[in-house]
């Protein structure tokens, strides 16, 4: 186990559409700006009150989430683990021989009517001709 990237901390680009920059969500076209003490005190304000907030809403609920996901992906591998993937191990071994039989049955019944309706259906030959 590695320690944790404090710079990169979406390396799988989990949440690309999460972008919550001051340039992604306010944006004036060239015909109309406001003055350009107002922009820059919004960008100041909403990058203060974005990172307060987020800081301590973290802060408050982070470790709580991170140990009930712990605890949920935990569960949610003892299950796979344990009980579905053995589960559908023995349905795929019991399905064997009904799809050999399967199998065979397709290959004796049906195989020859659908090369006989080939062999007919080949012989067909269409000329197109302009009149």
Known sequence: MGDVDLINR????INPHL???F?????????????????????????FWKNCCYKLSTFLCGCCIA????????????????CITP?????????TPYQKLWGVCCNCCVSPVCEACGMY??????????S
Request: proline share 3%; with cysteine; charged share 20%.
């Open 10 to 13: 979406d390396p799988n680009a």
């Open 87 to 95: 589960c559908l191990r023995i349905v795929a071994i019991n399905c």
């Open 23 to 47: 340039e992604d969500v306010l944006a004036e076209p060239d015909d109309i700006h406001s003055m350009d003490f107002c922009w820059n005190l919004s960008y100041s304000c909403f990058n």
């Open 67 to 82: 140990i009930e996901l712990g605890c949920e992906f935990a569960g949610l591998a003892f299950t796979h683990i344990w």
């Open 121 to 130: 259906w080949s012989q067909i030959k269409i000329n197109m001709q302009k």
């Open 19 to 21: 972008k919550c920059a």
